[in-house]
């Protein structure tokens, strides 16, 4: 397996910046995800569940219309406002606008499982496993996946003709070129099984692709940590030569891939 790049977390407090639009911009999870999820785990509404940083209520929202109580977790203000406002008809969730590792269980019941989507790599690696351990239940589980750019062997040439712009203003994809296909792509389940606390129970890969036009494909970067640091004079230069390079193809699309690795792992 090929190791992704570790995150600077000092920058997970730039997606708040993104709160009105991450919901419609980022992608959907796969509905397989949400069922292998629960064969893997074997929870059943109304079962407790404990969602670390969920961001506008991405993930939220397919669990909460199966029936499951959820505390979600979220440390952006915004972004909280946002969940609370698309989880608004389901009483049964609870959104809380706090860091997970800060944040203190209501009462002493325990969790039925502990999931995050896309929010796990930026979770202080000191807490988080330990922390996730000590609110569930005997036998519960931990569930931590996420959605990256996938690159299967045919990808779309644009990504790498694109990235002439990002050498240009020295914001290079870090580690080789292309990156690794969908299948060696490194999974978390060493990292799980080190922190002693967890068993991995299975490890499931999702590969799908959408179809953006420049519109939609500069909406999604803007919900990106990297893209909404970046300087703005950089990040306009960057966004204008994707424009013309998108408009300027026959179908005024561009075909992203993207890949989604579910780690399910029960409490020791």
């Given amino acids: 397996m090929i190791r992704r790049m570790a995150l600077d977390r000092s920058l997970r407090v730039t997606f708040d910046a993104a709160a009105k639009t991450y919901q419609t911009a980022r992608p959907e999870y796969p509905d397989a995800l949400y069922d292998d999820l629960i064969a893997l785990t074997g ?29 979600a977790v979220e440390l952006g203000a915004a972004l909280a406002a946002q969940a ?10 609870e959104v809380v606008n706090t860091a997970f590792e800060s944040w203190t269980p209501p009462d002493a019941e325990p969790y039925a499982l502990v999931y995050a989507a896309t929010a796990w790599p930026w979770i202080d690696p000191d807490v988080k496993y330990a922390k996730a351990a000590s609110v569930l239940r005997p036998g519960g589980h931990l569930a931590i996946w996420g959605a990256i750019h996938g690159f299967p062997s ?38 799980i099984e080190a922190s002693g606390l967890f068993d ?14 420049a519109d939609g494909y500069l909406a999604l970067l803007d919900t990106f940590s990297g893209h909404i640091a970046m300087e703005p004079d950089k990040r306009a230069h960057l966004y204008r030569e994707i424009r013309r390079r998108i408009d300027a193809r026959p179908s005024r699309t561009i075909h992203r891939h993207w890949l989604a690795i579910l780690n399910v792992a029960q409490r020791r």
Avoid: H, M
Avoid at 84 to 93: D, E, K, Q, S, T
């Fill in 200 to 213: 991995v129970v299975d490890v499931r890969r999702y590969v799908w692709a959408i179809d953006y036009d």
């Fill in 154 to 191: 045919a990808f779309d040439p644009f990504f790498t003709e694109i990235q002439a712009v990002y050498d240009e203003l020295d914001d290079s994809c870090q580690g080789d070129w292309p990156p690794p296909t969908p299948d060696e792509v490194s999974d978390d389940s060493a990292e």
């Fill in 43 to 71: 929870i059943v509404p109304p079962a407790r569940l404990l969602e670390v940083g969920c961001g506008p209520g991405k993930a939220t929202l397919p669990l909460a219309r199966r029936g499951f109580v959820i505390t």
């Fill in 84 to 93: 609370r406002a698309n989880l608004g008809a389901f009483p049964n969730v």
